[in-house]
């Protein structure tokens, strides 16, 4: 049996934490809720757009940083995020690790226009079921955290189910099972989960793996516009930034910021 890494034990606490939300509310009244929604926010669109897209992410801790946020406002955050041009959301949902919440997403959902993804340990169809429920509009799907035939089946539930999957590689391997089982929108993680390691090379080594038809979308570690401006140019459709924006004293400003600096220089 293999050492356990950062991801295998929040992986293993979250499948525990779905056994328990299971029998307080069971599967067939969370794929009730689910199927009777009908509204969605298109996610891929949003990364579509010309450009490079900013999916700017709300959360309150991390086990990388510990406590990142005391004063943590989704509402405001949200509000802030929209008027600076994110082209979409993400909200960490995970309790134990990240202090998160459904009710984090709902709120954040509210307050803003943008297509909201939910980032967490997606692990069961229970939870993609939930997701909709809750109004997400997509969701992050980690390779690395599934066998072949749960990426398989839980790609297929979300396809069925109208919710985009960000379908998060860190490693060639992982990207190849991303593509086999016909992931759409593709995330180049430059955090190695099992160390917590961050290097922003990661997604420009494996951006040539990411095939035409699909959005490329690289996460993590990102803090200035010169990367940004290095991302668009190796072909990325969107970046995924977190810690960056939620260290700020405030997060819509600061996103703003890095923004204009990722705009060309009027010319004389």
């Not at 459904?102 to 307050?111: G, H, I, K, M, T």
């Not at 919710?163 to 016909?182: K, M, N, Q, S, W």
């Amino acid at each position: 049996m293999g050492e356990e890494t950062h991801l295998s034990r929040m992986v293993k606490a979250r499948r525990r934490q779905v056994e328990a939300l299971k029998a307080k509310t069971p599967l067939a009244a969370v794929r009730e809720a689910a199927e009777a929604r009908n509204e969605r926010r298109d996610f891929a669109g949003a990364l579509s757009r010309e450009g490079l897209g900013v999916i700017a992410e709300l959360k309150r801790a991390s086990p990388s940083r510990g406590m990142i946020r005391r004063e943590y406002r989704p509402q405001e955050i949200a509000r802030g995020y929209q008027s600076a041009g994110a082209a979409a959301l993400s909200v960490l949902t995970e309790e134990q690790f990240f202090q998160g919440s459904l009710n984090d997403l709902q709120a954040a959902r509210q307050a803003a226009e943008l297509p909201v993804l939910r980032k967490d340990f997606i692990v069961s169809d229970y939870q993609i079921y939930e997701s909709v429920a809750a109004g997400a509009d997509a969701l992050l799907l980690i390779v690395a955290a599934l066998n072949d035939a749960e990426l398989q089946g839980l790609l297929s539930l979300c396809e069925r189910l109208r919710i985009a999957a960000l379908v998060e590689a860190h490693t060639d391997a992982e990207l190849r099972r991303a593509v086999a089982y016909g992931a759409k929108i593709i995330g180049i993680n430059n955090r190695d989960l099992t160390t917590l390691d961050v290097n922003v090379e990661t997604s420009f080594r494996l951006r040539q793996g990411i095939p035409a038809g699909c959005l490329s979308v690289s996460e993590s570690g990102i803090q200035t516009a010169e990367e940004l401006a290095r991302l668009a140019a190796a072909g990325f459709d969107a970046v995924l930034i977190g810690e960056r924006l939620m260290s700020a004293t405030e997060p819509g400003r600061e996103l703003a910021r890095l923004r204009k600096g990722l705009q060309p220089s009027p010319t004389a």
